[in-house]
């Protein structure tokens, strides 16, 4: 968790840092997390960080084996790692581990109002640095 | 409003000081066994049991993780053995980070297998790596025989599943096949072997898998 905060303050930051409404997750059907927790640690942690008045969304993505023996790509029904054509037991998991932060929203309207990034734009600098 | 594609995987950190603990682990010539299992299925337990029978052919160093007490320590340290604690202070699963620190703490060239103790926890642990050269899992009898299809990823990723508290399997409505069955079919290449750290039964021949792995990784 710490470290997903890590990697979205950092990458906020390098984009002007304006304040995270959404962070979006690709979350794979047999990685180890669970989304209450994840939540639940998120509206914690949260605080203080750039993603203060954010929240968590969150996108499955399905397993899926492919078959080094034979080649084919199917869904591990039940968690049964046999390919459903040849019943080898050489699978690679080609999706479905993912525990990623795919985008982030950053909401550049909320830090100043029209006159401020029409002002922005004039000292672009000093602004930048306050 | 505008979006920003961030594309990284939340474990690379992880596995980035995982790779070097391996490495640092190899230079040593230490091969390393990441013990989990959910807890009270008898870790401690088994590591109680299975170090005094390879004591005389191997140092052994031990890494044990807990929440925050230190009684598991103090049950190894009995055994008059190097053993580092790592308190995660709440944290339900061990890192590569933690794992770093305690390898710093030990001193490598005295140790030939390295056997950590994980969280007990049946979720978080198997999305960390630490560096190891293997995973075990134990599951207890008393768990339930549903257990492979409830938690599939721990069973997918270890190299061998021991069942633990055989000598409780009269007692409890755990069908052993079954689970058998289905942790196999969650991982084809598992080895599964039965074990009671009570009676000592299959000890022995656990001891003895982890000979083999150690002649097979480092020669004798």
């Known amino acids: ?96 581990r993912e525990m990623q932060v795919d985008y982030i929203l950053l909401d550049d309207d909320s830090k100043t109002d029209d006159s401020e990034v029409a002002r922005t734009d004039e000292d672009g600098e000093v602004e930048a640095d306050a | 409003m505008h979006e920003i594609h961030v594309g990284e995987d939340l474990r690379n950190k992880n596995r980035e000081i995982a790779a070097e603990n391996r490495d640092h682990l190899s230079e040593h010539r230490i091969v390393t066994l990441n013990l989990m299992s959910a807890p009270g299925a008898g870790k401690t337990s088994l590591l109680v049991k299975t170090i005094p029978l390879l004591e005389d052919k191997y140092r052994i160093g031990v890494i044990e993780g807990d929440l925050q007490t230190n009684r598991d320590a ?48 049946l979720v978080c642990p198997a999305e960390f790596e630490l560096g190891e050269d293997a995973r075990i899992m134990l599951l207890s009898v008393s768990e339930g025989d549903d257990k492979p299809k409830k938690y599939p990823l721990m069973f997918r990723e270890s190299s061998v599943l021991l069942l633990n508290k055989i000598d409780l399997l009269e ?48 020669g004798s």
């Open chain 1, 1 to 96: 968790m710490e470290n997903m905060l890590e990697t979205v303050e950092h990458v906020a930051r390098e984009e002007g840092g304006g304040p995270v409404t959404v962070i979006h997750l690709r979350i794979g059907e047999m990685s180890g997390v669970n989304i209450d927790a994840l939540t639940f640690a998120f509206d914690v942690l949260k605080k203080g960080t750039v993603a203060e008045g954010g929240r968590l969304e969150f996108e499955q993505v399905p397993l899926e084996a492919k078959c080094r023996a034979c080649g084919a790509s199917f869904h591990p029904d039940e968690f049964v790692f046999l390919c459903t054509s040849c019943s080898s037991g050489d699978l690679e998991i080609t999706s479905g």
């Open chain 2, 74 to 121: 103090e049950r190894i340290e009995a055994l008059g053995i190097q053993v580092f604690q790592i308190q995660t202070g709440g944290v339900c699963h061990l890192d590569a980070a933690m794992v770093h620190s305690a390898l710093h703490a030990l001193d490598l060239s005295e140790i030939d297998i390295l056997l950590i103790e994980n969280v007990g926890n």
């Open chain 2, 171 to 218: 007692h409890v409505d755990f069908d052993i096949e079954k689970a058998k069955r289905e942790a196999l079919e969650i991982n084809p290449s598992l080895e599964i072997r039965e074990v009671s750290c009570r009676t000592g039964a299959g000890i022995d021949e656990w001891a003895g898998w982890i000979e083999r792995f150690y002649t097979e990784r480092k």
